[in-house]
């Protein structure tokens, strides 16, 4: 920790040794009489921001190591923790700033490579993740925790068996490391190896040493690998205990309406277009750029359509993103919000227009003739809003049968945020799915969207026939490069739940799933059969 700074003070020493004996309560005071005496000493600096850092107070460690980065500039573990600390407080742009300044002083400082690539595979950027932990085991090949990072992506571009052979070797050289067992039991799912997955995966469930999310995703496994083998109580046991898992931890997200999709808002909107019989649409210069929209619901099949499409070499399509939500924003989260979205003048949705291009042009390159295809399932509760702003907009909308739908729903591990809250029981994932149609059904009865339904089970049993339905509809050639789509999806890395199946051949096995399920899915029953009927399902 001391830095070669010239004599280190004998109260330094003592702080560092008490900080190395783990006696954490004297380091802290003996850090705060350092900078009470000599504010901004990076010694002490350092040593608070790491005790704040482990409490999980990152927002007050950052004025800490700010100073000590002043006080010492260019020192690598002063700029790698500072990297953590603005990670931890989402500032990802920031983290990646200082993890890289941390490298540029020292190409070889394996922390902040080992952080650098886990951002970037938190971030899906999944080839520079790849790139960090290849340089770090070519410096160390037995470093534990890059085999696994290097693993996770492994998984991430599909490449299973390698999956196994690194996890393999990294329980070798550290028998019982969690992250890698559960690593290793989502590639034997991956492998149809469900014994397998569920002997290595279920002991995780109750392993300490693991952070709740992490168990999570163990009892997540072992649920899907009971769900492949017929065990249907047993698995839907398993998933409901990672979905208490996941709402434990992220229990703020219940109450959390300062969101476009949170369920309150989501309402509201539908509550005021109701009595409503069309949207006023705004004049909209003949030269605006227009976007193919693809929404629907989470688990419609969006990711297989997108995966589809985009083989198509004029078109183009990036990650999931929220370039639409942030432009719609403060239509419908604030008190003035709905005042706003009514009031949307042509100067006012041009302006927008403009902003959400800016957000793209962000996410990658986009060549003058491609079609962009915006594909988010949740963005389908912006319906009412890109009739106004993107009037000319093509929408495809994924439809799959609802009961499948919360299930699968139900099924998942989200990244989670306020949306995917609410698919954590199949009560409030029923609610709102029905909420999220109302809405978007709505929308469509009150304007002329050119807007075409796309089935899941369609695409399951004609793929190229509803890819070419689609295609036309986009208003391009065919092109047979379109069907070349899983050997095309297994050289990206998808962040959704759905990325193993689409690079697997098209099957059937998950229409109807819902039926394994009926005892359990009768307490919606009632909530989801309008929709059922009103899709042609019943």
């Known amino acids: ?116 690539a886990q951002l970037d595979f938190d971030e899906a950027r999944i080839e520079d993740a790849k790139s960090s932990y290849d340089f770090v085991l070519d410096l160390q090949p037995n470093n534990v925790t890059a085999i696994v990072g290097r693993g996770r992506v492994a998984l991430a571009l599909h490449e299973t068996e390698q999956v196994r052979d690194l996890m393999e070797q990294a329980l ?16 034997y799912l991956r492998l149809e190896e469900f014994e397998s997955a569920v002997e290595l995966a279920l002991p995780l469930v109750t392993e300490d040493q693991l952070s709740a999310i992490n168990r999570a995703y163990a009892a997540g496994h072992v649920a899907d690998a009971y769900d492949r083998l017929g065990l249907y109580d047993k698995a839907f046991e398993h998933y409901a205990l990672a979905n208490d898992l996941q709402a434990d931890q992220f229990e703020n997200f219940g109450s959390f309406d300062a969101s ?46 997108e995966q589809i499409l985009m083989s198509h070499p004029k078109i183009t399509s990036f990650d999931e993103h929220t370039a639409l939500s942030d432009t719609c924003f403060d239509l419908y989260v604030g008190d003035d919000a709905l005042n706003k979205f009514d009031e949307l003048d042509e100067h006012a949705c041009a302006d927008r227009r403009d ?24 963005n389908s509760v912006f319906l009412p809003a890109i009739a106004k702003i993107f009037p000319r907009a093509k929408v495809l909308f994924a439809l799959r049968d609802p009961r499948d739908v919360v299930l699968s729903c139900f099924q998942q591990r989200f990244g989670m945020n306020v949306a995917m809250y609410q698919l954590l029981s199949l009560e409030t994932a029923a609610q ?51 069907m070349s789509y899983r050997e095309n999806a297994r050289a990206r890395a998808i962040s959704t739940p759905s990325a193993p199946q689409v690079v697997e051949p098209i099957y059937t096995r998950s229409q109807g799933k819902w039926k394994n399920y009926a005892v359990q899915m009768a307490i919606v029953d009632e909530i989801l059969e309008p929709w059922v009927e009103r899709f042609g399902y019943a």
């Open 260 to 305: 476009p999709f949170s369920p309150a808002v989501v309402e509201n909107l539908s509550r005021h277009l109701e009595s409503a019989t069309t949207i006023s649409v705004p004049p909209c210069g003949a030269g605006a750029r227009m976007p193919v929209f693809l929404v629907g619901f989470p688990r419609s099949g969006t990711t297989l359509i």
């Open 172 to 187: 070798r050289l550290q028998p019982g490391h969690g992250l890698a067992s559960l690593t290793l039991a989502a590639a």
């Open 432 to 482: 709102y799915y029905d909420a999220t149609m109302k809405l978007a059904m709505k929308a469509r009865s009150m304007n002329e969207f050119a807007l075409q339904v796309v089935r899941y089970e369609t695409v399951v049993a004609n793929t190229e026939d509803e890819a070419r339905r689609a295609i036309e509809f986009i208003g391009l050639e065919w092109d047979p490069a379109v």
């Open 355 to 378: 902003r959400y291009w800016q957000e793209i042009n962000k996410l990658g390159e986009l060549d003058d003739d491609a079609v962009f295809l915006d594909k988010l399932p949740l």
């Open 1 to 116: 920790m001391a830095m070669n700074t010239g004599t280190v003070s004998l109260e330094i020493q003592s702080m560092l040794h008490a900080l190395e004996a783990g006696q954490k309560d004297d380091a802290r005071a003996q850090a705060q009489s350092i900078l009470g005496r000599a504010p901004g000493e990076p010694n002490a600096s350092q040593v608070l921001a790491m005790l704040l850092l482990q409490e999980g107070k990152a927002r007050d460690a950052l004025p800490h190591l700010e100073a000590a980065d002043r006080a010492a500039p260019h020192h690598p573990p002063i700029l790698n923790m500072m990297g953590s600390a603005l990670k931890r407080l989402d500032r990802i742009d920031d983290a990646r700033e200082q993890f890289g300044r941390a490298i540029a002083q020292d190409a070889q400082f394996i922390d902040a490579r080992l952080n650098l």
